[in-house]
């Protein structure tokens, strides 16, 4: 089982990145998916959780109104669109998968029991 990121990379302040998350191995249509962040010497903190429907969602306030998160269950994929980006973005972006759960989002780590490996952002001009 496999959670795999990519999309990262280097962007200029103001500027955008399509972050995608594909899931092999086995389905996540009916979990729970998330991104998380993390920068060298801090916790994994919380982006934003999805429900196995798309129809909700929940957003850390410093990223509300500038990021989207999305998925396609048919392609086992999820996906976070990024705008607006500042130097704070600047991070390691995981993508999780709560498989116990398809509708109660999470903000806690050990919520999630399949992580990928991660897909840097950095922001800088």
């Known amino acids: 089982v496999q959670l795999v990121e990519s999309g990262g990379g280097l962007v200029q302040p103001g500027g955008s990145l399509r972050l995608s998350c594909a899931a092999s191995g086995r389905t996540f249509s009916n979990a729970v998916m998330a991104w998380f962040r993390q920068t060298p010497g801090k916790e994994r903190d919380f982006v934003a959780a999805?429900?196995?429907?798309?129809?909700?969602?929940d957003y850390v306030d410093s990223v509300k109104g500038r990021f989207t998160i999305s998925r396609d269950n048919a392609k086992n994929t999820v996906s976070l669109q990024v705008n607006s980006l500042k130097p704070e973005d600047t991070a390691v972006y995981y993508c999780?998968?709560?498989?116990?759960?398809?509708?109660?989002?999470?903000?806690?780590?050990?919520?999630?029991?399949?992580w990928g490996q991660g897909t840097q952002v950095t922001v800088s001009s």
């Open positions: 999805i429900t196995w429907s798309g129809g909700g969602t």
């Open positions: 999780a998968a709560n498989s116990r759960t398809s509708i109660l989002l999470s903000r806690r780590l050990n919520q999630y029991d399949y």
